[in-house]
């Protein structure tokens, strides 16, 4: 990150602050920052913040969501935090962007601070840093997108993850529940073979969050892998970009109606319930981002109050398939 990235970052992070502070009449701030604003999963989280505040008018804190323009502005993220905690917010909820990057610089500068993650949590060598994680069973995640996968295709086949950052810790456990649960066994760092599954060459894929190149990944992996079993959207990137997911998938739509390819993709925003009511996916297994932004500041007061507070704190999971469309079927 450059020198002047850094200045518009904390100037972006200090503006956040002052204008809740003065919106929500000195408030004490319980921040929530995620990856990048230009996720559309990340908008529910603010809108759970933002009913919060609806309901909590008399509370002497306010809710504050932000984060980056850009889910890919890694860096971005921490100097947002960084200003954040050093202007003296009360609590923070983090979903860090690249975990063991944020994990260091909230050791460096606030070690006692009250702090939880959300959505996206540390490593768990860094886990003493933070008070809780509010959010999905990633790993869970990753199994009931397995199981899913293994009553379209029984015997297996060959298989292409696509996952977000290289560092996001929720991702990379959804992964491995996905492989273990595929593979019958734990620990497996690439399908090759296992129960029938083999990861091809060249995935698994890796977006960055950014729906574009989700959407170019798979127009890529399609062409270049006719006899592709299933593609696996570890989270639910391409499908943000609803036309040009139907670009893509309307190249593949014969094989998908005949289960010769299967998609199974996290995550279940109206753009993707309409995808998979027009059956450009299988499967979806969704989060609930707007219960994990509602609950998170009555978390973080907790946490201020010196409360004890649960860890991990799970906000479930909901599976639509073919089969049982369920929330899928009028959201």
Known sequence: ??????????????????AAGASAQDKKTLAIVVKGLDNPFFEQINLGCQKWMEENADSEYACLYTGPASSADEAG??????????SGVAAIAISPSNAPAMANRIRDIAPDSPVMTIDAD????????????LGTD???????????????????GSVCLQLGNVAADNINARAQGFRDTAGG????????????????????????????LANQQMSDVF????????????GGWAQFAPQAYAQVTDGVMD????NDLIIIAGDTLPPQTQAFRDGRSHAQVGQRPFEMGYRAP????????????DDPLYTGLDICNREDPGFCAEN
Do not use: H
């Open 223 to 234: 062409t270049a892998n006719p006899d592709l079993d299933a593609f696996i959207l570890v």
């Open 298 to 309: 009555d978390v973080m007061i907790q946490l201020i109050n010196g409360e004890t507070v």
């Open 122 to 133: 540390f490593l768990e060598s860094d886990r003493d840093l933070r008070a809780t994680y």
């Open 185 to 212: 066994e734990k620990g497996i760092d690439r399908l090759s073979g296992q129960n029938g599954w083999s990861e091809i060459d060249g995935c698994p894929v890796f977006t960055n969050d950014q729906a574009d």
């Open 138 to 156: 990633n790993y869970l995640m990753g199994v009931k997108m397995a199981e899913q996968a293994a009553l379209l295709k029984p015997d297996g």
């Open 255 to 258: 094989k998908l109606k005949s």
């Open 77 to 86: 993220e921490v100097q947002i935090v960084d200003d954040l905690l050093t």
């Open 1 to 18: 990150m450059t020198r002047n990235t850094g200045l518009l970052l904390s100037a972006v992070a200090v503006c956040a602050l002052a």
